[in-house]
């Protein structure tokens, strides 16, 4: 049975910095790993799919990779800016239904 | 067109009240997702439907009763609820409900319900 994780619960950082977002699973025979930001009360907007066959993808500042044979995945924001500031939440979205880990809150510092 | 659109953005309703929520989709998925979430939590499923037919039910108390009445509306019935139903309620779709690659799920932005 599948498990999603995601490493820290919460993260403060100042503007302009790079982070990285952890995502880890049990079950490597993993199909999709979509990553999704969520603001307070809103819905969840879809950041980047990775299909099993691929190792990454980017989208403007955003790289998401994924290392099935580790169980992980990491989102990397560049240059992060007050407007990141949200509930990051990856999930597996391959199979009937979809896994999400508890999510990382980030706060970008002005 | 990529969106999920879910109506009403709020509702407020008694325990004794009977009311439906609604979401839509023109992308032509056919599968359809309703989603619990409690504050800080990660969305939890509550149903899913499969070519206008329910697949999953996650054991959801019948005072839910989900509604799919075709292939680009899925409608969520409440009646009777408790307080402890309040909630946001999220609707998602995918292109099909079958485990493979690239089958995005695309999230509306929710209902928010309070139960009073």
């Known amino acids: 049975k599948q498990e999603v994780t995601q490493i820290p619960a919460a993260l403060s950082v100042p503007e302009g910095e790079n982070l990285v977002l952890n995502c880890s699973f049990t079950d490597s025979a993993i199909y999709n790993l979509q990553w999704f930001r969520q603001d307070p009360g809103k819905g969840l907007t879809s950041l980047l799919l990775?299909?099993?066959?691929?190792r990454e993808q980017t989208s403007g500042r955003l790289n998401a990779s994924l290392d099935k044979s580790s169980g992980r995945s990491t989102l990397y924001i560049a240059a992060s800016q007050p407007g990141d500031s949200a509930t990051y939440l990856c999930a597996d979205t391959g199979g009937f239904k979809t896994i999400f880990g508890a999510g990382t809150r980030l706060f970008v510092k002005a | 067109d990529t969106e999920v659109t879910q109506t009403p953005k709020h509702l407020v309703m008694g325990m004794t009240n009977k009311k439906s929520l609604k979401c839509e989709q023109h992308m032509g998925h056919r599968a359809m997702y309703w989603y619990k979430q409690k504050a800080k939590k990660p969305p939890e499923l509550m149903f899913v439907y499969s070519y206008e037919k329910l697949s999953i039910n996650e054991s959801v108390p019948s005072r839910f009763s989900p509604e799919c009445p075709n292939s680009s509306l899925l409608n969520l019935h409440l009646h009777a609820l408790q307080p402890e139903d309040s909630a946001l309620y999220l609707c998602?779709?995918?292109?099909?409900?079958?485990?493979?690659?690239?089958?995005?799920?695309?999230f509306g932005q929710g209902t928010r319900l309070t139960v009073v």
């Open positions: 990775i299909q099993s066959s691929q």
């Open positions: 998602a779709s995918r292109v099909r409900a079958v485990i493979a690659q690239g089958l995005e799920a695309f």
